[in-house]
């Protein structure tokens, strides 16, 4: 069974840094074709924040690029993102999300963790 628990969200003011951790467990995250972060504001739809792939190309939201830098640790099968000059408009629950390719896609989601960035 395949799960993804993040960790390292929290209270910051503006222009400060936080990484967040997702740790996976059940698999691999080598076996994984791609794991990202996204986010969600209340009523609004989950979107892309950085992803990077099992051959360790890496996709930014324009939105964040600059900014925000996302890793692997394959040795401890955990996919960091590392956020910096962190803005009020960053106030939200990020998710990780892994995708694997089995002859047909699937996707696993996190619990979220929240981040608030204070002004």
């Known amino acids: 069974q395949v799960q993804l628990v993040e960790s390292g969200g929290g209270l910051v003011q503006a222009g400060g840094s936080l990484r967040l951790s997702c740790a996976v467990s059940?698999?691999?995250?080598?076996?994984?074709?791609?794991i990202g972060w996204y986010r969600q504001a209340p009523g609004l739809h989950r979107d892309l924040v950085a992803s990077?792939?099992?051959?360790?190309?890496?996709n930014y939201a324009d939105s964040v690029k600059g900014r925000i830098l996302i890793s692997r640790d394959d040795a401890k099968n955990t996919v960091y993102l590392q956020m910096n000059s962190l803005q009020p408009a960053d106030t939200t629950v990020y998710y990780c999300?892994?995708?694997?390719?089995?002859?047909?896609?699937?996707?696993?989601w996190g619990q979220g963790t929240q981040v608030t960035v204070s002004s």
């Open positions: 990077v792939t099992s051959d360790g190309l890496t």
């Open positions: 999300n892994a995708r694997e390719f089995r002859g047909s896609w699937s996707d696993y």
């Open positions: 059940g698999t691999t995250t080598v076996s994984m074709n791609v």
